[in-house]
């Protein structure tokens, strides 16, 4: 029987692990990769830096109770058009480290409430359902008339 080159036993070295590195990445890429791609982000409260609703800087425990609203919302579908509403809309910006999100919010009611996140230059409409965003955003309305 040949002996085996040195020089495959070598490249079988290197690209043995490369290859099963590359079968099984670590599941922190694996989340960063999900998270950059999904529609509805949740955010990191200790990295975010600002938020702004219709402008106003939300601070300290209203911050706080919007992200963690944000956050806990149940992302249900997206939708391929951006809805025309009779309601005003909430604009809402945040910051988390350098990435910008900025996003407009119509109110439906039942916990319903219509997203529309602009991404580069292309909106994404979509619909999550959390009672506790309803209340938050309903709290930050300019014109607290129309809300039921």
């Not at 043995?16 to 529609?39: D, G, Q």
């Not at 945040?94 to 996140?117: I, P, S």
Request: net charge positive.
């Amino acid at each position: 029987m040949p002996a085996i080159p040195q020089w495959v036993v070598y490249a079988a070295a290197v690209v043995f692990p490369m290859l099963a590195f590359a079968l099984t990445p670590p599941s922190i890429w694996i989340n960063r990769l999900v998270s950059s791609l999904s529609i509805h982000p949740t955010f990191d409260v200790s990295r975010v830096t600002s938020v702004n609703v219709y402008g106003t800087e939300l601070r300290g425990r209203d911050r706080d109770r919007f992200l963690h609203a944000f956050n806990q919302a149940d992302f249900l579908f997206e939708r391929g058009m951006v809805p025309e509403l009779n309601y005003n809309p909430i604009f809402i910006r945040v910051k988390e480290g350098k990435k910008m999100y900025e996003f407009t919010a119509y109110l439906y009611g039942d916990g319903m409430v219509q997203m529309v996140r602009h991404k580069r230059k292309k909106n994404v409409p979509y619909r999550v359902s959390s009672q506790q965003l309803e209340l938050v955003l309903q709290s930050c309305v300019r014109d607290p008339w129309w809300v039921s």
